[in-house]
């Protein structure tokens, strides 16, 4: 361990410079183009630090996504990340400040692909690779619920002896992600009769007031103790002050622990009925990633990835976090995954996004350590 925290220190300037080049190349989720664009900027940096071509899963509507395999034999390590950002292209930009790299997607996640490239480089180089598969999944689509990389992470990921997931650390500890909700999306739409609001309320159903039943009774769905969350994050309607609005909208968000859960929800949230009856509802949407939830096997790789930290001068714990991950669908399939495994920092999604300069080399160290350990070992014990 010794010498790859060795040479990842040495090469610390190198990995900065290629977070700095992805993050410079701007991908919201939403433009494809740009998306397209980063990929092929992350194409070039597999090139030039690993010697490996991208096998490029085209899409239409979404960004391509891009798988990179080194090795054809020995037992498969998957490592899982999205080169795609929430952020619309000039809202942020680069730059560093005590200690600290600011940028749209730089914590998540585009230092952690970098970093994972490099963890494998090292590894590479030093001739401690083994005899294993090593497969980069990078999609295009996570944030916004990977939809059509879904079914392809499934498919290339199967078999795994482990997943790594290099989503950001645990904000503030720098703790892996050992478990994580599933998530679901809902849109309901009503249509309500307009009328005038003075001369003739009377003959208007108000979809405004329907929505607001709606809300009330979405919000008793909340079972914290159950780490169930219903979370109605957009409500509009209406056209003028002086009209019974006929049309309203809302955006759901739902979170749940397990798929007993989820399918209860589901189930309360698609029956929804008006409470007028001259409302028409329409319920759309539904439950997206499933709960990531730890297994033997993934302990013993929780184990695994401790130890390497300890070798490397630092501890890890493993927490559960409310946020979901491409890692969600690995482990749905009983597959080992540990997620949380890319840069330290904080800021997801918030314009102070950040990672932490001196946390980079160790924690690419960390997964190059995980990796040369899994290629010690035929399987994880399933």
């Not at 290339?156 to 994580?180: C, D, F, M, T, W």
């Amino acid at each position: 361990m010794k010498n790859i925290k060795t040479y990842l220190q040495q090469h610390a300037s190198d990995i900065l410079n290629d977070i700095k080049r992805l993050v410079l190349a701007e991908s919201p989720s939403h433009d494809k183009t740009a998306v397209d664009a980063c990929g092929r900027v992350l194409e070039d940096i597999f090139r030039q630090r690993l010697g490996v071509q991208a096998e490029i899963d085209e899409q239409v509507h979404y960004g391509n996504h891009r798988k990179f395999t080194l090795g054809n034999d020995g037992p498969q390590t998957t490592l899982i990340g999205h080169f795609d950002t929430v952020w619309d292209k000039g809202v942020l930009t680069l730059r560093e400040e005590d200690g600290k790299l600011y940028g749209p997607g730089i914590l998540d996640m585009k230092s952690g692909l970098v970093q994972a490239i490099w963890a494998v480089r090292a590894l590479q180089q030093l001739n401690l690779l083994g005899h294993q598969r090593i497969v980069f999944l990078c999609n295009s689509d996570e944030e916004l619920g990977s939809p059509s990389s879904r079914e392809w992470i499934e498919t290339h990921a199967r078999g795994s002896a482990q997943v790594l997931v290099v989503e950001p650390a645990v904000a503030g500890s720098g703790a892996l992600k050992v478990a994580r909700k599933g998530t679901g999306h809902y849109e309901i739409t009503l249509h309500g009769l307009a009328a005038h609001a003075g001369n003739n309320p009377e003959e208007g159903a108000s979809a405004i007031q329907e929505m607001a039943q709606h809300i009330l009774y979405l919000n008793s769905l909340n079972a914290p103790e159950r780490g169930t969350t219903v979370n109605v994050g957009i409500a509009n309607g209406g056209s003028r002050f002086n009209v019974v609005a006929d049309r309203a909208y809302l955006g759901i968000d739902t979170r749940v622990t397990s798929q007993e859960e989820a399918a209860s929800l589901h189930e309360a949230i698609s029956q929804l009925r008006p409470y007028d009856p001259r409302i028409t509802l329409q319920v759309s949407g539904g439950q997206g990633r499933p709960p990531m939830r730890q297994t033997p096997a993934a302990r013993t790789l929780l184990t695994r990835a401790q130890h390497v930290a300890e070798a490397l001068g630092f501890t890890v714990a493993g927490e559960s976090v409310g946020g979901g991950s491409d890692g969600n669908f690995t482990a749905a399939l009983g597959l080992p995954t540990l997620d949380g495994l890319g840069a330290t920092g904080s800021g997801i999604h918030a314009k102070h996004e950040h990672i932490n300069i001196a946390d980079v080399p160790l924690r690419a160290a960390l997964v190059a350590g995980i990796i040369a350990e899994g290629g010690n070992h035929d399987a994880i014990p399933r």
